[in-house]
């Protein structure tokens, strides 16, 4: 379960790093279509800087391994975008149930398979 979380989230930080790059043309071609926008299309440049951003820091999480940063990825894609919320909360049951999945075999290599 984990892998497949791991190659979804790393497919989302790619679209978001491509998203990020292609909102910068945009802004700029915003402010050389239509003068007088400059304030506004400075405001917008900031959007594709921090969605750069977070891609960045969910490819480093997919790229080490490290599911709390993959987690914190998929709870910023809830809000973000439309599928991100479908793919956020299929991540984020994919690891709750790979960890109950851990937890369940921990206890009962505990309790050497006698469980209540």
Same mark, same amino acid.
């Given at each position: 379960?984990?892998?497949?979380? #791991?190659? @979804?989230?790393?497919?989302?930080?790619?679209?978001?790093?491509?998203?990020?790059?292609?909102?910068?043309?945009?802004?700029?071609?915003?402010?050389?279509?239509?003068?007088?926008v400059?304030?506004?299309?400075?405001?917008?440049?900031?959007?594709?800087? @921090?969605?750069?951003?977070?891609?960045?820091?969910?490819?480093?999480?997919?790229?080490?391994?490290?599911?709390? @940063?993959?987690?914190?990825?998929?709870?910023?894609?809830?809000?973000?975008?439309?599928?991100? /919320?479908? @793919?956020?909360?299929?991540?984020?049951?994919?690891?709750?149930?790979?960890? #109950?999945?851990?937890?369940? /075999?921990?206890?009962?290599?505990?309790?050497?398979?006698?469980q209540?």
């Amino acid at each position: 379960m984990n892998s497949v979380a #791991r190659i @979804i989230n790393g497919f989302c930080c790619v679209i978001g790093v491509f998203i990020g790059l292609l909102g910068f043309l945009l802004s700029g071609l915003m402010v050389s279509l239509f003068p007088g926008v400059e304030v506004f299309a400075a405001l917008i440049t900031l959007v594709p800087f @921090i969605v750069i951003i977070l891609s960045v820091i969910g490819i480093y999480g997919v790229i080490k391994n490290n599911i709390k @940063i993959q987690m914190a990825f998929d709870i910023c894609l809830l809000p973000a975008w439309y599928v991100g /919320t479908v @793919i956020g909360g299929l991540c984020l049951l994919f690891f709750y149930l790979s960890y #109950r999945k851990q937890h369940a /075999t921990q206890a009962q290599s505990v309790t050497g398979g006698n469980q209540i």
